[in-house]
């Protein structure tokens, strides 16, 4: 957290637009394109060439070891391929994002689902509100299996309950960054997750928001592991907001433990009170009172964490207004 905390230090609070040039406060040339790759060989050229024929000359393909013809299909079509180090979709974003020298680094997924001429309008809202991360929200869910719109609905309102702020979409496959806010991000994920643990930091400490994309059909055969995937991703939350955001956890916590010792408590009072003393049980009253007790510690940490948020808050913004 302190090295995200110092790299949001020196981030200029905002971004002339004559410096993104003319074209609708869009330069081209500011943004890199990664794509994290793992035999895509029926859609990574289709991609590739939707992202030139829009005008982006930065595409830096990442590829996680294929066994197909991605790598010589997008070196073909003129796009610069390096290998990730490590294993996984998270390994292969941040092999990518030590590269980016650009900017601003617009992560997309190889399997031909979004639309390069969407990446103008997450850089537009980017410019213009002075935001560290911009997610493309899929508005196509007829493109989305069932299952994982379910899933999508589930985390998004995890995670939002966890962060205390509305990520509608937080598993979106296309997503625009500041690189200079966000790479010194501390990423500890290892798959999908990725993209959860990113908006979840970048949520904590700066600015995100959320712009409607297409979502088309998906070129080739899908890697995600529903139920797995969609466990860690949770995980991945709770962490995430156990770090950046322990309030909402404590909080939780505290009202859960002190919820069921009031239960307790209440219930022995009702059998004392019909049955007399004799049919209650210390037992039970103790492990009431002791939960109880354990709840209102949890509310006292829950607010002394708060304050020191609202701290930490004000630090970062007196530092982006200088």
């Not at 302190?2 to 200029?12: A, C, F, Q, V």
């Not at 013809?69 to 092999?95: D, L, M, P, S």
């Amino acid at each position: 957290m302190r090295k995200l905390i110092e790299s949001l230090r020196n981030k200029r609070s905002s971004v002339n637009a004559e410096d993104l040039g003319s074209n609708n406060y869009s330069n081209k040339d500011d943004i890199t394109v990664i794509i994290p790759t793992l035999n895509e060989e029926e859609a990574i050229g289709k991609v590739i060439k939707e992202l030139k024929r829009c005008g982006y000359k930065n595409v830096l393909v990442i590829d996680g070891y294929s066994e197909d013809r991605t790598v010589e299909i997008a070196r073909n079509y003129g796009a610069e391929v390096i290998y990730q180090i490590g294993h996984g979709k998270a390994a292969a974003i941040k092999t990518g994002l030590e590269k980016v020298k650009t900017r601003f680094a617009l992560i997309m997924d190889g399997d031909g689902t979004y639309d390069p001429k969407d990446i103008e309008r997450l850089l537009r809202v980017a410019v213009e509100g002075g935001y560290d991360e911009v997610i493309g929200y899929r508005r196509d869910r007829e493109n989305i299996p069932l299952i994982h719109r379910l899933g999508n609905r589930i985390i998004s309102t995890f995670l939002s309950l966890l962060l205390g702020r509305r990520i509608k979409d937080p598993c979106s496959g296309m997503y625009l960054l500041r690189r200079d806010a966000v790479e010194n991000l501390e990423l500890t994920a290892t798959g999908f997750d990725v993209e959860v643990e990113i908006a979840s930091q970048v949520a904590s400490l700066g600015r995100v928001a959320e712009v409607p994309i297409s979502y088309r059909r998906r070129v080739g055969e899908s890697k995600l592991k529903t139920w797995r995937t969609g466990f860690r991703i949770l995980l991945t939350a709770v962490k995430v907001a156990w770090l950046y955001n322990p309030v909402i956890l404590f909080c939780s916590m505290a009202s859960l433990f002190a919820l069921i010792g009031i239960v307790i408590l209440i219930w022995q009072l009702y059998t004392r009170y019909l049955y007399g003393a004799e049919a209650w049980s210390w037992g039970w009253a103790w492990l009431g009172l002791v939960l109880l007790i354990v709840g209102l510690q949890a509310f006292t940490i829950a607010i002394i964490s708060l304050l020191l948020k609202r701290v930490e808050r004000r630090i970062i913004d007196i530092h982006r207004r200088r």
